[in-house]
């Protein structure tokens, strides 16, 4: 396009515009995709190391036996979904970014230190390029968690190097009551209601009017 070609001619920082065609190159989407590019990896080395000990049937029962055992010991399974909910986090914050034009003008995103597990979620931190701040996340929580699929998201900004922002995902509330306990009062009241509110009829004829039967 005439005008992108003007704006590359005149744009005086040239690596800049060298790391956004690395960016969006295949060489950019193996980056991005580098986690699950090495577990497919990884699972197809053991497959052919497998293959090469016992039949290529008795390998594929092998890998799903490991696999059935790693997810059914609690540990294991709660150590890999926290980390596939990093890997998702770190995805769907960078595909925000595109959307929302949360990028340089040359097309770089944010960079994207380290994603890691909390107690309620996953903390990203983010380094912005230039043309980016904190306050354009803060502007787009909303967008945020809706995009990760989450309850809440809190946008904070470091307080040395302020193009460092700390983006908490919240999935869970660890404060939130599991069952509501009921308060023995009710139980009281609702046993004097039935008890006194229909007094015997023998009561009722005894007593003056205006006055309430005592309690045995």
Known sequence: MPWSSTRNRDNPYAFDQMFAQIHLSPVGMAWRWRTETALILSLLAALWQLTLMLTIDWAGVALGLAHAVVLAVPHTRRFITRRAWCVLTRHRVQ?????RRLHTRSGRLPLVLWTRPTKVGERIWLWCRAGIAA????????ELRAACYARDARVTRNQRWS?????????RDTLAAS????????????HYDIDYADPPADQAAEQEPGTWPQAS
């Open 95 to 99: 595909k925000l970014c595109f959307e």
């Open 135 to 142: 306050e354009d996340f803060e502007d787009r929580t909303g």
């Open 163 to 171: 193009q460092i922002v700390t983006i908490d995902i919240i999935r």
């Open 179 to 190: 069952s509501a306990v009921t308060s023995p009062l009710e139980r009281l009241a609702a």
